[in-house]
């Protein structure tokens, strides 16, 4: 792609954060722009955001933990858009504590939004843009898949296993000269509402509200709290994503720690040494 200019984007989590800025980027580059999220009440005060750059907008609610939901979403972006242009699998969630105390509700939450939200993005629209040979999809992963630190075990499973799948996406689409490209964006602290996951977390998958659960959420909630609020702004993040996707650029790393980080990983594997301890920053 070569311009947005009267293009689709399609982005999930667009209610806040990252997906917010995704969307108000991509409007200002002149595309219409599909914005899902379970936040209807935030939807709506999203697109009047996104709204005001003069592109048509639509919203809406979609959990991507269920394909049924992104293929919905797919049908009513053609229906009134005419097609996709570019997908971006963003919407998230964080959560955390040490391995042994954490609940099956925290893995198969945590795993449904930020690992089948990408699946099912892809599923529902890659036949879309291989069919029209043109597109781009952006898969939001982490500096937390690419390499493991403390008390992020289902983050950390769920955003490499997004680099996982990105990387084959990338391959498949080479393979058959595909115009399509693919991106993963491996963002470190970005100011965003991630520390407030919680509020989106479905009934069904609730933690028991005991003493000692509550007040580890709290300790998770206030120590992520104290990182993201010094973080990137999501707008300068954004940028760089549609930047990549003009570029064609796969690898989509926010930070200036990151290669360094990156590299030591590498290092340990090559010589056999333990993994470098290392916290996101
Ligand atoms: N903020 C950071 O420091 C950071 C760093 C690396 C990666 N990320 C990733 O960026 C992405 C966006 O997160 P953010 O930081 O903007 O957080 P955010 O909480 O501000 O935004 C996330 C959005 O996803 C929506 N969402 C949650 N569950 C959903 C579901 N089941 N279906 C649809 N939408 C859902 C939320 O309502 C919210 O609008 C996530 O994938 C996150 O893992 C964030």
């Given at each position: 792609m070569d311009t947005f200019q009267d293009k689709v984007a399609v982005v999930t989590?667009?209610?806040?954060?990252?997906?917010?800025?995704?969307?108000?980027?991509?409007?200002?580059?002149?595309?219409?722009?599909?914005?899902?999220?379970?936040?209807?009440?935030g939807l709506d005060a999203a697109a009047e955001q996104v709204a005001a750059s003069g592109t048509s907008v639509l919203t809406q609610r979609c959990d991507v933990r269920f394909d049924t939901e992104l293929e919905a979403l797919r049908d009513r972006v053609v229906a009134e858009f005419g097609t996709a242009h570019v997908l971006c699998n963003n919407a998230g969630i964080g959560s955390g504590g040490p391995l042994d105390g954490l609940t099956r509700n925290d893995w198969e939450w945590t795993?449904?939004?930020n690992l089948w939200g990408v699946i099912n993005g892809i599923s529902a629209f890659l036949g879309l843009l291989k069919a029209q040979d043109e597109g781009h999809i952006v898969?939001?992963?982490?500096?937390?898949?690419l390499f493991g630190s403390p008390f992020m075990g289902p983050y950390t499973a769920s955003k490499f296993a997004v680099v996982g799948v990105s990387e084959v996406l990338h391959h498949e689409l080479a393979m058959v000269g595909s115009q399509v490209g693919a991106s993963v964006l491996c963002p470190s602290w970005v100011a965003t509402r991630i520390h407030e996951s919680e509020r989106t977390r479905p009934a069904e998958l609730a933690n028991p509200e005991t003493p000692e659960a509550l007040s580890a959420a709290a300790g998770i909630r206030d120590l992520i709290n104290s990182v993201v609020s010094e973080g990137m702004d999501p707008d300068d993040v954004a940028q760089l994503v549609l930047d990549a996707v003009l570029q064609r650029r796969f690898w989509i790393l926010t930070h200036d720690t990151t290669a360094a980080v990156v590299e030591r990983r590498t290092t340990s594997i090559l010589s056999g040494e333990a993994p470098p301890f290392v916290m996101p920053q």
């Open positions: 989590g667009a209610a806040s954060g990252i997906g917010l800025a995704m969307a108000k980027a991509f409007a200002s580059a002149g595309a219409n722009v599909a914005l899902a999220d379970v936040d209807v009440d795993l449904g939004v898969n939001t992963a982490s500096v937390a898949g």
